[in-house]
C-alpha cells in the first residue's frame, strides 16, 4: 500500500511538472497582439503576413523606438560583427509566405516563408530583407548569410499611425502592393507573381485531373484560356479532351468550334477550318453563332471563305436572322456590292422585333453599299 502511494505521488508531481510548461490562453495585457493578413493574387497565388502589433503610444518611432540601419542588440547572435535590422513588427519574426514563385520589387523570390526584416534610414530608401531564418524570436538571431533577397525601397511620410499594420495598397491582376504603416511613416512593397501563366496553367491541369475534370465544358474553358494566353499545345491538349474523352467527352458546336478557334491561333489554318466544316454542321451551331463565325474569317482575310460560310448559313438557316445580314457582308467582303445591297435590304426586312440596335446600323450600311463602300 506504501508503495503504491509513493508511485502515485510521483506520477502527480511528474504531471504537475510537465504541466506547468504549458500556458493558459489568457487575455491580452495591451501590448503587442498578433495579427494575420492574406491577399491572393492572380486568382491562384497569395501572400500571408503574419506579425506582432505594437502601438506607438505617443513615442517618436524612427531613430528612437526603431534605431536607424543594422545594430548590435547585445544578445543572442547579434553582435558588432553580425549586427541586426529591426523585426518589422514586435515579438516573434514577421514573416511572410508565398504560395508562387514572386517578384519583390522587379528581383525574384521563391515560393515559401520567410522571415521579414527593415534597416530603416535617416534618409531615402529603406532595406527589405526577407530572411530564410522565419521562426525566431525578433532580429536577435538574425544572420545575413541566410538573407534570401535585400531590395531597397523608398519610405513616405503619412498621418499618424497608432499601431503597425500591414495594408494591401493596391490590387491589380497579377500584382499586389503591400505597405508597412506605422507611425509616420508608409513603407510600400510590391509584389508580383513571377510567372501568372504558368501559375494558372498548374492551376488548371491540377483541378482537371480532380473532380473538375469530369466535364467537357471545363476543358473548353480551359482551352480558351491557354489558347489566349499563347500555351497553345496545352489548350489543342484540353480541346480534344473535351471532345474525345471517355465518358463525358462530346462532338458538338461547342466543343468542335472551341477546338477550330485554338487551332486557328496556333497557326494550324487549315486543320481549322477542316475541324470548323464540320463544326457548323453539329448540334448548337446556330445562325447567329454560324454568322459569327463568318465575321471572324473576314477578319483574318479569308474572304472567299468566309462567302461560302455565309451561303451555308442562310440556306440551312432558311433566310432566318442574320442570314441576310451575313450575305451582305460575305459580297461586300468580295466586292460584289450590287449583291451585297440585295440582301442588306432584305435583312432590313427582317430584324427581330424589338431589335432597336441594328435598324439604324442597317441604313447606314445600306448608304455605303450605294456608294460602292466596303462594310467590313
Given at each position: 500500500?506504501?508503495?503504491n ?48 502589433s ?6 517618436t ?23 541586426s535590422?529591426?523585426?518589422a513588427?514586435a ?16 528581383k525574384?523570390?521563391?515560393a ?24 525566431h ?31 494591401f495598397?493596391?490590387?491589380q ?79 458538338n ?21 477542316q ?6 454542321r ?9 454568322h ?22 442562310h ?62
Amino acid at each position: 500500500m506504501k508503495n503504491n502511494r509513493k508511485l502515485m505521488g510521483m506520477l502527480i508531481l511528474s504531471f504537475v511538472s510537465f504541466a506547468g510548461l504549458a500556458q493558459l490562453s489568457t487575455p491580452p495585457g495591451g501590448g503587442s497582439q498578433k495579427s494575420y493578413v492574406k491577399q491572393h493574387i492572380g486568382g491562384v497565388g497569395s501572400v500571408a503576413i503574419s506579425y506582432s502589433s505594437p502601438g506607438a503610444r505617443g513615442r517618436t518611432i524612427y531613430g528612437n523606438v526603431v534605431p536607424y540601419g543594422f545594430n548590435n542588440l547585445g544578445f543572442g547572435l547579434s553582435t558588432a560583427e553580425n549586427p541586426s535590422p529591426w523585426r518589422a513588427g514586435a515579438d516573434q519574426n514577421t514573416t511572410f509566405t508565398f504560395s508562387h514563385d514572386v517578384k519583390i520589387e522587379g528581383k525574384e523570390l521563391p515560393a515559401g516563408k520567410y522571415g521579414f526584416f527593415v534597416a530603416p534610414a535617416a534618409e531615402g530608401a529603406w532595406t527589405v530583407i526577407f530572411s530564410k531564418d522565419n521562426n525566431h524570436w525578433g532580429s536577435f538571431y538574425y544572420k545575413a548569410e541566410n538573407d534570401a533577397l535585400r531590395v531597397e525601397v523608398t519610405p513616405e511620410d503619412v498621418g499618424f499611425h497608432e499601431w503597425l499594420t500591414y495594408e494591401f495598397i493596391d490590387r491589380q491582376n497579377t500584382s499586389t502592393t503591400v505597405a508597412l504603416i506605422w507611425g509616420d511613416k508608409k513603407l510600400p512593397v510590391k509584389i508580383e507573381l513571377a510567372d501568372p501563366v504558368g501559375a494558372h496553367i498548374a492551376q488548371l491541369t491540377a483541378e482537371l485531373n480532380n473532380q473538375q475534370g469530369f466535364n467537357y465544358q471545363n476543358f473548353t474553358a480551359a482551352a480558351g484560356y491557354a489558347s489566349s494566353v499563347g500555351e497553345h499545345e496545352k489548350a489543342i491538349e484540353w480541346a480534344d479532351a473535351a471532345i474525345n474523352a471517355p465518358f463525358f467527352g462530346q462532338k458538338n458546336w461547342a466543343t468542335m468550334s472551341t477546338k477550330g478557334a485554338v487551332l486557328a491561333a496556333a497557326g494550324k489554318s487549315e486543320e481549322s477550318a477542316q475541324v470548323m466544316d464540320e463544326a457548323i454542321r453539329l448540334p448548337g451551331a446556330t445562325a447567329g453563332a454560324i454568322h459569327q463565325y463568318g465575321r471572324q474569317l473576314i477578319a483574318a482575310g479569308q474572304k472567299d471563305k468566309a462567302l461560302e460560310i455565309f451561303k451555308y448559313n442562310h440556306k440551312t438557316n432558311n433566310g432566318a436572322w442574320p442570314t441576310n445580314y451575313g450575305l451582305a457582308r460575305g459580297y461586300s467582303a468580295v466586292g460584289n456590292y450590287k449583291q451585297a445591297l440585295k440582301y442588306m435590304k432584305l435583312a432590313k426586312e427582317n430584324i427581330p422585333a424589338g431589335d432597336t440596335l441594328n435598324g439604324p446600323i442597317i441604313d447606314q450600311n445600306i448608304a455605303k453599299l450605294e456608294k460602292g463602300e466596303d462594310i467590313n
